[in-house]
């Protein structure tokens, strides 16, 4: 079927058939959605108050922050912007790029994070499987939803370090789902809101208790609401519409022809939501258990187990890709073309990669390149590698350029409620 699909295109067919039926957005109410982008923006469910989803995921950066790798806790402001606190100094930058949140809505999206730690699961009693253990997915609606858990669970992202406050002191003490747990108290604040606790009422029925679930759940809406991104240039085309212009067709061309990139960014969305080892250069802290020497991150093994699951890494939507750099788990490319032309050749790729590339802030005692200088472990990443070399002229690179930028949906882009002048907590909102 997909070769059948590369010869079609190649030869210039482009039906919308092609590319199989149109993604699909489960229908989500308007009450649930403002509820939910209020949320979004208000710091009032991270530790310290002083972190919202939008900190790390904002449309004035594609629904990311910007960065390679983000700072939560012990910063302030947005993105390459954000300041961080000398008092209160970061213990490490977050160990992977903070991805876009384009689609995540779609109900082909069933994979949450980079490593797909996260994931809809037939076999597991409420349809999702989680490191974290059954009984803590109980409640909530959708895996995008579930994946709220994580970011206010973590100190170095939204809970707060040790000792700093509730919530933080109860993940440390890994009490989330008690009665005093870190949920719990998260939730006890919103309630406690009278705006918040009205329009719970309209959403659950008066005086229903406020549960983490509940506030994940109207988030993931908004999130499904808002940042639903299949109206570009190149639906318009495949819908029979205008067509791309003639950089961007001969770079659709290529793209599912040529150049091979359907065999992994396939369907309407780019991706085929699997997972890829593509000797992507690594830099930051990596992941490991907190128990753990961080530095090496091999990705999908660590939810598998399997060791041919090494380094491979969830293959990213490429819609609205020219606004969500920088590029890669650990956004180890500043550019969208430098990240194209690193799939052309993997192992050279990384083995003279260029450190200038990332964006990061500085972060006094980080060790961000222990991986690139340990050759050892470089050849770890080599090995692995799953692309073949391919040889592209700089003219073709800069057609599937064009055609990337014309998987842009700009109404999209624009955002269709906008980041809320005021919350009700009264806490301040990132702009």
């Given at each position: 079927?997909?070769?059948?699909?590369?010869?079609?295109?190649?030869?210039?067919?482009?039906?919308?058939?092609?590319?199989?039926?149109?993604?699909?957005?489960?229908?989500?109410?308007?009450?649930?959605?403002?509820?939910?982008?209020?949320?979004?923006?208000?710091?009032?469910?991270?530790?310290?108050?002083?972190?919202?989803?939008?900190?790390?995921?904002?449309?004035?950066?594609?629904?990311?922050?910007?960065?390679?790798?983000?700072?939560?806790?012990?910063?302030?402001?947005?993105?390459?912007?954000?300041?961080?606190?000398?008092?209160?100094?970061?213990?490490?930058?977050?160990?992977?790029?903070?991805?876009?949140?384009?689609?995540?809505?779609?109900?082909?999206?069933?994979?949450?994070?980079?490593?797909?730690?996260?994931?809809?699961?037939?076999?597991?009693?409420?349809?999702?499987?989680?490191?974290?253990?059954?009984?803590?997915?109980?409640?909530?609606?959708?895996?995008?939803?579930?994946?709220?858990?994580?970011?206010?669970?973590?100190?170095?992202?939204?809970?707060?370090?040790?000792?700093?406050?509730?919530?933080?002191?109860?993940?440390?003490?890994?009490?989330?789902?008690?009665?005093?747990?870190?949920?719990?108290?998260?939730?006890?604040?919103?309630?406690?809101?009278?705006?918040?606790?009205?329009?719970?009422?309209?959403?659950?029925?008066?005086?229903?208790?406020?549960?983490?679930?509940?506030?994940?759940?109207?988030?993931?809406?908004?999130?499904?609401?808002?940042?639903?991104?299949?109206?570009?240039?190149?639906?318009?085309?495949?819908?029979?519409?205008?067509?791309?212009?003639?950089?961007?067709?001969?770079?659709?061309?290529?793209?599912?022809?040529?150049?091979?990139?359907?065999?992994?960014?396939?369907?309407?969305?780019?991706?085929?939501?699997g997972f890829h080892a593509i000797a992507m250069p690594q830099l930051?802290?990596?992941?490991?258990?907190?128990?753990?020497?961080?530095?090496?991150?091999?990705?999908?093994?660590?939810?598998?187990?399997?060791?041919?699951?090494?380094?491979?890494?969830?293959?990213?939507?490429?819609?609205?890709?020219?606004?969500?750099?920088?590029?890669?788990?650990?956004?180890?490319?500043?550019?969208?073309?430098?990240?194209?032309?690193?799939?052309?050749?993997?192992?050279?790729?990384?083995?003279?990669?260029?450190?200038?590339?990332?964006?990061?802030?500085?972060?006094?005692?980080?060790?961000?390149?222990?991986?690139?200088?340990?050759?050892?472990?470089?050849?770890?990443?080599?090995?692995?590698?799953?692309?073949?070399?391919?040889?592209?002229?700089?003219?073709?690179?800069?057609?599937?350029?064009?055609?990337?930028?014309?998987?842009?949906d700009r109404e999209a882009a624009e955002g269709r409620l906008g980041?809320?002048?005021?919350?009700?907590?009264?806490?301040?909102?990132?702009?």
């Open positions: 079927m997909r070769w059948t699909l590369l010869f079609l295109l190649g030869a210039g067919a482009a039906a919308a058939g092609d590319l199989g039926p149109r993604p699909v957005f489960p229908e989500v109410g308007m009450a649930e959605v403002e509820l939910g982008r209020l949320l979004f923006y208000d710091p009032v469910i991270s530790g310290n108050r002083n972190i919202s989803c939008g900190t790390c995921h904002h449309p004035t950066l594609g629904t990311s922050d910007g960065m390679s790798l983000s700072v939560g806790e012990g910063g302030v402001g947005l993105g390459p912007d954000r300041v961080l606190d000398p008092r209160d100094l970061p213990e490490e930058r977050l160990p992977r790029n903070a991805p876009g949140l384009w689609n995540l809505g779609a109900t082909e999206f069933t994979v949450m994070f980079h490593d797909g730690r996260l994931e809809e699961a037939a076999d597991q009693p409420d349809g999702i499987r989680t490191p974290l253990g059954a009984d803590m997915i109980r409640g909530f609606d959708t895996v995008l939803s579930a994946q709220a858990m994580f970011p206010v669970l973590s100190g170095d992202e939204m809970a707060g370090h040790y000792s700093e406050n509730d919530v933080s002191q109860s993940v440390r003490l890994s009490n989330l789902t008690g009665d005093t747990g870190a949920w719990v108290r998260i939730a006890d604040r919103v309630a406690e809101i009278p705006e918040y606790r009205e329009m719970f009422d309209a959403v659950l029925g008066a005086g229903a208790p406020i549960r983490f679930t509940d506030i994940a759940n109207v988030i993931a809406d908004f999130i499904t609401f808002e940042w639903r991104a299949d109206e570009s240039p190149f639906d318009t085309a495949m819908a029979g519409g205008p067509p791309l212009s003639e950089g961007a067709e001969r770079g659709r061309m290529l793209f599912y022809g040529e150049a091979g990139c359907s065999a992994c960014h396939a369907g309407w969305f780019q991706t085929d939501h930051g802290p990596g992941k490991a258990a907190r128990f753990e020497a961080h530095s090496r991150d091999e990705g999908r093994i660590r939810v598998t187990g399997d060791p041919a699951d090494a380094y491979r890494f969830r293959t990213p939507s490429l819609r609205n890709v020219t606004l969500t750099a920088p590029y890669g788990h650990d956004g180890a490319y500043a550019t969208l073309e430098g990240v194209v032309r690193h799939h052309l050749d993997p192992v050279a790729s990384l083995r003279a990669y260029d450190r200038s590339q990332v964006v990061l802030h500085e972060l006094p005692g980080a060790e961000d390149w222990t991986i690139m200088d340990a050759p050892d472990e470089v050849a770890r990443i080599a090995d692995a590698n799953e692309l073949e070399p391919l040889a592209l002229s700089d003219g073709q690179v800069d057609d599937i350029l064009a055609f990337l930028a014309a998987l842009t980041v809320p002048d005021t919350v009700p907590s009264g806490l301040p909102v990132d702009r």
